[in-house]
């Protein structure tokens, strides 16, 4: 199986990388974690790669426009020679000539199953969630468009809604559907993404 270069921009502690590292470590993902990219210089995902020797990076937005800043991160992916894009925990919103660049490559993932409370994020996400009444949640992997949260669904994971739920109760249980589901999408990325 032919190993795919993986780019992870991620923003806040990147709770779902920890499972895909540890499936890489021993074996079972055809890929190369080639670069971590955070839009935050403190970010915690920056330590956790620090801590795994996986190439990170910094690029603060500064005084950049959203097209200058998503170029600067394409250079740092291209630098590394990223095949594949994931964002997880990635709190920015990215540019239409970023997807353009990426596009079919740009995968991102949602803490709801999609179409349902999109263009949410955080814990806003499971208050609407809970808002609804509805009987389960979990999290999507989907292709990143123009449009946010409207691309492709590549593969969703599910868990119950409890009665006695909070926000961050039911973040708890999809933050680790999330980490399954993209460890699950790492084993064959390509047919998930050519089918």
Not at 41 to 53: G, H, S
Not at 106 to 117: D, T
Not at 177 to 192: I, Q, T, Y
Request: glycine share 6%; with cysteine.
């Amino acid at each position: 199986m032919q190993q795919v270069k993986v780019g992870v921009l991620g923003s806040t502690r990147g709770s779902a990388l920890r499972p895909i590292v540890a499936a890489w470590r021993k074996g079972e993902l055809p890929i190369d974690l080639a670069v971590i990219v955070s839009n935050r210089k403190k970010a915690p995902i920056l330590e956790f790669a620090r801590e795994q020797e996986i190439p990170s990076r910094a690029i603060r937005p500064g005084d950049l426009t959203r097209e200058e800043f998503d170029a600067a991160v394409t250079a740092e992916l291209e630098k590394h020679q990223v095949e594949l894009v994931l964002m997880l925990g990635y709190m920015r919103i990215v540019s239409p000539p970023f997807v353009e660049r990426w596009r079919g490559r740009l995968v991102n993932i949602h803490p709801s199953l999609l179409p349902r409370h999109g263009g949410l994020m955080d814990l806003a996400v499971h208050e609407s969630v809970l808002r609804a009444g509805d009987s389960e949640s979990g999290c999507t992997i989907h292709l990143a468009e123009e449009e946010v949260d409207a691309g492709r669904v590549i593969l969703q994971k599910k868990c119950p809604v409890a009665p006695d739920d909070t926000p961050e109760t039911l973040k708890a249980k999809v933050q680790k559907l999330e980490g399954r589901a993209f460890v699950e999408f790492l084993k064959d990325p390509l047919s998930f993404l050519n089918s």
